[in-house]
C-alpha cells in the first residue's frame, strides 16, 4: 500500500540499490492482484491425474514441459535472474501475508527451485542472496526468548531455513522494522536511515549459518540424519547447531538475526554453527 511504512522501507531498497548500479526489479504482489492459491489452474492444458491432483508432482512435470501459467513464469524468470531477492513484507501471523505465501507456494516449484538432490547448501539458488525485511506490531521485547511472543529467531526459522535455505539461497540477515506503527515519526525516520545505511554494504554482507549437508546421511535408509560421527562431536558441544538443529541444548544466540562474524569463526562459545566446519 503506497502509504505505508512498507512502501516507505521498499523505496529505500530501490533508491540505495539503484544509486549501487544494480538494476531493480519489483513485484508488487497486491498491486498484481497475483493469484495466492496453489490450483489446477497453474498448469496450462492436461494434467496427468485429474482425480488425484497432486500440486508438487503436476507442476514438476508441467514446470519441465513449459506449461506452466504465465504468471508463474513471469516470476521464475526474474527469481533466475537475480543476484538478491529481498521479500519486504509486514509481519502476519508470525508469517508471511498470504498473497507473499501464494506466491512462495507457487513460484518456488519443484524442479524449479529445489529437488531432492539440490536443496539447502547444494541448493539451486546457492549462488544468489536472499533476505526478509519486515515490519511487526511487535515491539522488540515481546520477541525476546523471555518475551511475550517466544525467541524472533524461533519464528524465523520455518521462514528462513524451510523456504530460503531450503532452495538454496545464502540468507543474509533479516531487516526487521519494530512497530513503525507505535513509534514517533523521529524512530521511524531513523529506522528508514538504518536500512539505507545498511544497504550501502548489504551485498558483502556474510549469510547467516546453517547445518552443512554434509553433516547428515543423505539417503533414505539414513533418515537424512546427522551422520553418527557427527553427533558424537557435537555432542561436547555447549550450543545446538541452529535454532532448527538445536539438539535439544542451549539455541545459538541470535543464530537466525544475526551472520557470523569473524570473532565467531576464531571461537568464542556463541560459534556452535561454525565449529560444524571442523567435523
Ligand atoms: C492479519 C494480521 C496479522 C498480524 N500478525 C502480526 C504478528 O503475528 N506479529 C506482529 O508483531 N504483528 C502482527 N500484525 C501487525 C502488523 O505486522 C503491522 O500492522 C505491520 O507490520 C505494520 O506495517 P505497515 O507497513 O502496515 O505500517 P503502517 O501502519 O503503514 O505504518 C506505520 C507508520 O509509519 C508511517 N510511515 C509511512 N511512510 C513513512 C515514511 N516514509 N517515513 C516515516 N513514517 C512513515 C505511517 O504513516 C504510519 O504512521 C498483524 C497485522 C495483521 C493485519
Redesign the pocket.
Known amino acids: 500500500?503506497p502509504?505505508?511504512?512498507?512502501?516507505?522501507?521498499r523505496?529505500v531498497a530501490l533508491q540505495e540499490l539503484k544509486l549501487q548500479g544494480y538494476e531493480v526489479v519489483v513485484s508488487d504482489l497486491y498491486a498484481m492482484n497475483f493469484k495466492a492459491s496453489a490450483t489446477r489452474d497453474d498448469i496450462i492444458g492436461d494434467v496427468r491425474n485429474s482425480e488425484h491432483f497432486q500440486y508438487g508432482e503436476e507442476t514438476l512435470h508441467a514446470g519441465m514441459e513449459g506449461r506452466l501459467s504465465e504468471d508463474i513464469v513471469a516470476e521464475q524468470r526474474k527469481v533466475t535472474e537475480a543476484e538478491l531477492i529481498i521479500f519486504q513484507f509486514?509481519?502476519?501471523?508470525?508469517?508471511f501475508?498470504a498473497v507473499m505465501k501464494g506466491w512462495i507456494d507457487r513460484v518456488l516449484s519443484q524442479g524449479f527451485a529445489f529437488s531432492l538432490e539440490k536443496m539447502y547448501d547444494n541448493g539451486i539458488f546457492k549462488d544468489k542472496k536472499a533476505m526478509l525485511s519486515?515490519?511487526?506490531?511487535?515491539a522488540p521485547t515481546?520477541?525476546q526468548p523471555d518475551g511475550i511472543?517466544g525467541d524472533i529467531n524461533v519464528t524465523l526459522w520455518p521462514l528462513q531455513n524451510g523456504i530460503l535455505h531450503f532452495c538454496g539461497f545464502q540468507v543474509l540477515a533479516p531487516q526487521i522494522?519494530w512497530?513503525?506503527?507505535h513509534?514517533p515519526?523521529a524512530a521511524?525516520?531513523a529506522m528508514?536511515e538504518g536500512w539505507r545505511t545498511r544497504l550501502k554494504g548489504l551485498l558483502a554482507e556474510n549469510p547467516l549459518t546453517f547445518a552443512r549437508c554434509e553433516l547428515f546421511d543423505l539417503s533414505f535408509q539414513g533418515g537424512f540424519l546427522l551422520r553418527p560421527e557427527v553427533k558424537e562431536e557435537l555432542a561436547t558441544q555447549p550450543l545446538g547447531i541452529s535454532t532448527g538443529h538445536h539438539l535439544g541444548k542451549p539455541l545459538p544466540p541470535d543464530n537466525q538475526t544475526r551472520a557470523a562474524t569473524a570473532e565467531d569463526e576464531r571461537g568464542n562459545g556463541k560459534k556452535a554453527c561454525g565449529s560444524i566446519h571442523t567435523v
Open positions: 500500500i502509504a505505508s511504512f512498507n512502501a516507505a522501507a523505496d509486514p509481519l502476519y501471523w508470525f508469517s501475508p519486515f515490519t511487526t506490531g511487535a515481546m520477541f511472543n522494522f512497530s513503525p506503527a513509534s515519526p521511524r525516520a528508514l
